[in-house]
């Protein structure tokens, strides 16, 4: 697996395929698609398939591709991560949570990063940031792991200046601030950013990113980001990665997933002029 930066302008879309799992996982909620079962399977032309959704993000001109494998497997399966590691030509991100099985599986495919981020059984997507704070020292233990075998680790944390000075003594690579606030702010608000909550957000987004920066960590961000809403977040100074998800494989629906993705590379390139 090569990992080849491109020349976009401004951040690399890391976009997050989990969702055509989502679909697929709907249609075959039963289906054995970890590949643990020996010869052919009547499902391994499930669709639709997480990998191929990769490839048309990658002609797209993503320059990253996120899977979080969750625990209870409800989109991605290990099957899944181990095929994207075969044939993902770009940066390769999985996010995951700090959990010792999470760990050993990271050391034995060795994805180019791991995002780590919290999890919960009852929610339907990651919300809240990681409380890095709260378990540095174990963190850091992961970290150490992770950069042994030669993975860069990011932390998913809120745009707090506690989190973020957290995560540089635990000696995260990354930080990806959860976006996730100024997008329900942006969406509740009409995209007003001149005065009231999102631009309050926005201005939180702001500070947390020149702290992240100031203590030599790369900057990403996240969650909830749209075509109407990234342009903000993508001219944020030193911003280098926004992975996005479900809001690009909602629009794949109507226009296909390969110009869906250009649609929103063209708008954070737009934004970063």
Do not use: W
């Not at 990992?3 to 951040?11: E, I, M, S, W």
């Amino acid at each position: 697996m090569t990992h080849a930066r491109g020349d976009t302008l401004g951040p690399r879309l890391g976009m997050n395929i989990d969702h055509v799992a989502t679909v697929r996982n709907a249609r075959y909620k039963d289906a054995k698609l970890d590949g643990n079962v020996t010869g052919a399977s009547p499902f391994a032309h499930a669709e639709p398939d997480p990998v191929r959704a990769a490839h048309e993000a990658e002609l797209g001109g993503a320059l990253c591709i996120t899977a979080h494998l969750r625990e209870d497997r409800r989109h991605v399966r290990d099957r899944d991560i181990e095929r994207l590691i075969e044939t993902v030509r770009v940066k390769f991100n999985l996010e995951m949570a700090a959990t010792e099985s999470m760990v050993a599986l990271a050391e034995k495919t060795r994805p180019h990063m791991c995002t780590l981020v919290p999890e919960g059984r009852e929610e339907v997507t990651t919300e809240g940031g990681l409380d890095v704070a709260g378990q540095r020292d174990r963190l850091a233990r992961i970290v150490r792991r992770l950069q042994t075998v030669g993975v860069r680790s990011s932390a998913f944390i809120d745009a707090n200046e506690t989190q973020i000075r957290a995560a540089a003594d635990a000696g995260f690579d990354a930080c990806e601030l959860h976006t996730g606030p100024y997008a329900i702010a942006f969406a509740h608000t009409g995209g007003e950013l001149h005065t009231g909550p999102a631009h309050a957000e926005l201005i939180t987004l702001q500070n947390a990113g020149a702290l992240v920066r100031e203590l030599g960590m790369q900057l990403n961000a996240g969650h909830g980001l749209t075509v109407a809403s990234v342009g903000p977040v993508a001219r944020i100074e030193g911003m280098e990665e926004l992975h996005i998800g479900h809001s690009i494989v909602a629009r794949s629906i109507y226009i296909g997933m390969r110009a869906a993705v250009r649609e929103m590379v063209d708008t954070i390139s737009a934004a970063a002029r």
